[in-house]
């Protein structure tokens, strides 16, 4: 069946620009993360959506960040105003509704973005 | 914040060998989760081992969890190149459901 996809792969912008990444989770899980990745490193939480509703939105990581799940299936990350530290790999994962304790999250590709 | 921390960093054996990868962590848990990342790929679940149970196998993997030492260990046997990638523990934090992964454990099959 269909995993976890990410559009676009890759994105380059220039610093100071408007960039929108998108995440399609997996058919009928109702739990969307979004974490980011620089090199070397593990990825970082951002946020977690359970439905249409941020659950927690902790990890982001400044008020330039923001995501949505409107109808509680596709997600959209937000980045307003664009810095070269935004650069890095933008995961997304699924999975079935978390009850106590996370259970096993399925991870897309991820989108690479690039500020210059 | 990260709350794993995997041990070594980096790691290098010869293929056939045993790999073995620790992971410390800070609050309680709920499950600890260990992935696997290929270079330039995604991240694949491996296994995930809850905070009641001591131990848990799944084919070539043997995950352990010492939740008095917050500490946890995954053993690869019989290594082959194809394990060649990073390999991340993964917590939940006990108290939500977010997931707060390592830095990550580099391992290299030498052929």
């Known amino acids: 069946g269909a995993g976890v996809s990410q559009t676009p792969s890759n994105k380059v912008t220039e610093k100071g620009k408007y960039v929108e990444l998108r995440c399609d989770p997996i058919?009928?899980?109702?739990?969307l993360y979004w974490y980011r990745q620089s090199l070397g490193q593990g990825p970082e939480f951002l946020i977690y959506?359970?439905?249409?509703?941020?659950?927690?939105d902790s990890g982001l990581p400044n008020d330039r960040f923001f995501a949505v799940r409107p109808e509680g299936s596709v997600s959209t990350l937000k980045i307003q105003r664009t810095e070269r530290g935004d650069s890095a790999v933008y995961l997304c994962?699924?999975?079935?509704?978390?009850?106590?304790?996370?259970?096993?999250?399925?991870f897309g590709p991820g989108t690479r973005l690039t500020v210059t | 914040s990260q709350q794993g921390e995997e041990d070594p960093q980096a790691l290098s054996i010869q293929e056939g060998e045993n790999a073995t990868m620790n992971c410390s962590y800070k609050?309680?848990?709920?499950?600890l989760q260990w992935y696997r990342q290929n270079s330039g790929r995604g991240l694949v679940h491996l296994i995930l081992?809850?905070?009641?149970?001591r131990e848990k196998h799944s084919g070539r993997l043997r995950v352990t969890l010492d939740t008095s030492k917050k500490s946890s260990s995954l053993l690869i046997t019989a290594s082959r190149a194809a394990d060649t990638a990073s390999y991340f523990c993964?917590?939940?934090?006990?108290?939500?459901?977010?997931?707060?992964f390592g830095k990550g454990t580099r391992l290299h099959i030498l052929p």
């Open positions: 994962a699924s999975s079935f509704e978390a009850g106590t304790g996370t259970l096993e999250q399925y």
């Open positions: 058919s009928g899980h109702t739990a």
């Open positions: 959506f359970q439905g249409t509703g941020a659950a927690d």
């Open positions: 609050t309680s848990i709920n499950n």
């Open positions: 081992i809850r905070s009641n149970e």
């Open positions: 993964a917590t939940d934090g006990g108290r939500d459901d977010k997931i707060i």
